[in-house]
């Protein structure tokens, strides 16, 4: 593997977004409870540049290259060649409790995460409490945040964190195992950490089962207040299909739809478009990488609510005319 800099860093935007939401409630918590707080984010990197990528795959009608490492904080760790000084490492104190913030960057791949000798026990998801449940392996998906709690309770020593690919369906993903470390205090560099145990890349019946243990907290404090009266009910078909395509490898290309529609992206902000009729645009979409390039998309237009709060702002005089 070639210097860091020479990877191409696949940076999703949500992912600040996430960071800024959880901070406040985490506050209140690290009062509360006196545990250490870390940010870690697992993603993919791509030897090459992630645009170029995606468009020879749209020439070609195959799916874009696979990346070529995951990795932890930015790092893909020492099972990669020439990658020793690469290595992620979280040092933590015998008997501290830590809350890890975990953020899946990576464009297409789920991930598993697990640490050594540890387990987790998850409190969070995408901003909102779960039932906390112990566990020794998380399931990620792009975009997605965990948070969880790490007793550091273990022999002190120096414990692989690791995180690798599900493959969800029979199709080659990056099957490289990402590794960071987490090292007790005053442990030298020399000890050789251990391996975390991470489920099978195809262990469907692991992600099956930690999906179905994600449970909101529903306490008296912070209720599951869900709407429980439908006004509208919509009916949707996802579908995947070909169209012709003269530069791809077999004349034909992939598309999905939403209703029979792929969605094509205009040339012109929906918002823009539609401002003086309709007054905000939602995306509904599949993860960006592959199906949303498919057309596996759509937009919810939704218009002004009574109150100015609930009403979308005329856009800035300044507004660039392209
Ligand atoms: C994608 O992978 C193929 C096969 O390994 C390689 O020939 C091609 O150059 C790669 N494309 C890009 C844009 O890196
Ligand atoms: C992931 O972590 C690394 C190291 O802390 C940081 O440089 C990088 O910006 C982070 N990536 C994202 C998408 O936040
Ligand atoms: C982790 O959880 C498993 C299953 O509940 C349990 O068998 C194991 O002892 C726990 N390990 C640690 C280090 O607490
Ligand atoms: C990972 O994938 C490569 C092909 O992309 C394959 O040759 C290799 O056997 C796979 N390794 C594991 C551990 O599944
Ligand atoms: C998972 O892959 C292994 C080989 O790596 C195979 O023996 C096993 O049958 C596969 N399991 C499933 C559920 O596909
Ligand atoms: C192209 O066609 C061949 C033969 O039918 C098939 O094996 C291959 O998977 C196809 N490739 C793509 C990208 O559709
Ligand atoms: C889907 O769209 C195609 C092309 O517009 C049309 O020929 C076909 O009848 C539609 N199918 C359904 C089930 O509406």
Redesign the pocket.
């Known amino acids: 593997m070639a210097s860091l800099s020479s990877f191409m860093f696949a940076l999703t935007f949500l992912l600040f977004l996430f960071v800024g939401l959880l901070m406040s409630s985490s506050e209140a918590a690290i009062k509360r409870y006196q545990f250490d707080i870390q940010v870690k984010n697992v993603s993919e990197w791509?030897?090459?540049?992630v645009e170029?990528?995606v468009k020879?795959g749209n020439k070609m009608g195959l799916p874009p290259?696979m990346s070529d490492a995951h990795t932890i904080n930015g790092k893909p760790g020492p099972l990669f060649p020439c990658s020793e000084k690469h290595t992620f490492a979280m040092e933590v104190e015998q008997g501290k409790t830590y809350l890890l913030r975990i953020i899946n960057a990576a464009l297409n791949d789920e991930l598993f995460f697990a640490i050594a000798g540890h387990n987790m026990t998850v409190v969070e998801v995408d901003a909102v409490y779960t039932k906390p449940f112990t566990t020794q392996a998380i399931l990620i998906a792009p975009g997605q945040t965990t948070n969880v709690l790490v007793h550091a309770n273990q022999v002190s020593g120096r414990y692989f964190m690791g995180t690798k690919a599900f493959m969800d369906a029979p199709v080659p993903v990056d099957n490289k195992t990402a590794t960071g470390i987490l090292q007790y205090k005053n442990i030298p560099n020399t000890v050789l950490p251990v391996l975390p145990q991470l489920p099978a890349s195809n262990d469907t019946g692991f992600a099956l089962s930690y999906n179905k243990k994600l449970r909101s907290l529903n306490s008296a404090k912070y209720p599951a207040n869900v709407p429980l009266n439908v006004d509208r009910n919509l009916f949707y078909t996802i579908g995947l299909g070909k169209n012709s395509c003269p530069t791809c490898l077999n004349g034909t290309r992939f598309l999905a739809s939403i209703n029979n529609v792929s969605f094509v992206m205009p040339q012109i902000a929906l918002l823009q478009a539609h401002y003086f009729n309709i007054k905000g645009v939602w995306f509904m979409h599949c993860h960006l990488e592959l199906h949303t390039g498919w057309g596996l998309k759509t937009a919810f237009l939704v218009e002004n609510g009574p109150e100015q709060s609930q009403s979308v702002l005329p856009p800035p005089k300044d507004l660039p005319s392209c």
């Open positions: 791509w030897n090459n540049d170029e990528i020879q290259n």
